[in-house]
């Protein structure tokens, strides 16, 4: 149980254009879900938290109006690069949990290429 | 300010051999540990955890010890398989609701 399933798992675009990165919990609900970004040789770091039917919170330093958070529905978060520029290129990963205290469950990640 | 310490990059360990992982952390806030594992271009999978009102906690070949004095987690592995060869995650949660994670120990068990 507790999957979460991430769509795509690649994307190639060009410099300027948007993407769109779907999460779904497919066993479960989720009134919250986690996008994380991955650089090479380095740690998952939070990006922000998406809220089923509010506003997602930001980590500091991380661009709103450039990452796009929206949890229309207790199974489905999406996260939209807009304008993206080649240092967005990276690993995004989402991740859901079924109760507060179980553990994360993550997705198999999406590798942005933006050229 | 990095709340979640992974010192080791790199740990190379024989088949059958155990493999200790370790972890150190800053936060007294913490309360729940859990270890991940990943593989190249996937998401990482949960291992085990373990609360603060533990100090071990054992699921099959994997046990998690903590040692809250010494803000210390660490994750054995025995006996260790070519398979467990992946990158290892530690991470912590308590005070809020968010997840704060190690920068990664890449196992790798030769056989």
């Known amino acids: 149980g507790a999957v979460v399933s991430q769509h795509p798992s690649w994307v190639i675009c060009k410099s300027g254009t948007s993407v769109k990165i779907e999460c779904r919990s497919l066993?479960?609900?989720?009134?919250?879900m986690f996008w994380y970004r991955q650089f090479p040789k380095q740690s998952l770091m939070l990006m922000a938290t998406?809220?089923?039917?509010?506003?997602?919170?930001?980590e500091q330093g991380v661009e709103k109006d450039k990452f796009l958070i929206n949890h229309a529905s207790l199974t489905l978060s999406t996260l939209t690069v807009t304008s993206a520029h080649p240092e967005d290129s990276s690993f995004y990963i989402c991740?859901?949990?079924?109760?507060?205290?179980?553990?994360?469950?993550f997705g198999n990640g999406t590798r942005l290429t933006v050229t | 300010d990095q709340q979640v310490k992974q010192n080791s990059p790199s740990l190379s360990v024989q088949e059958g051999r155990i493999s200790i992982l370790n972890c150190d952390y800053t936060?007294?806030?913490?309360?729940?540990f859990l270890w991940y594992k990943k593989y190249p271009a996937e998401g990482p999978t949960f291992l085990i955890s373990?609360?603060?009102?533990?100090d071990k906690n054992e699921d099959g070949r994997f046990t998690v010890f903590l040692n809250k004095s010494a803000k210390h987690l660490s994750l054995h592995i025995v006996p260790s398989q070519p398979g467990d060869s992946a990158v290892y995650f530690c991470?912590?949660?308590?005070?809020?609701?968010?997840?704060?994670f190690g920068t990664g120990t890449r196992l790798k068990v030769l056989a």
């Open positions: 373990i609360s603060s009102i533990k």
């Open positions: 991740s859901a949990r079924p109760t507060y205290n179980s553990p994360l469950h």
């Open positions: 991470a912590a949660a308590g005070g809020t609701y968010k997840y704060i």
């Open positions: 936060n007294s806030m913490f309360d729940y």
């Open positions: 998406s809220n089923e039917g509010s506003k997602a919170t930001y």
């Open positions: 066993d479960f609900q989720a009134t919250t």
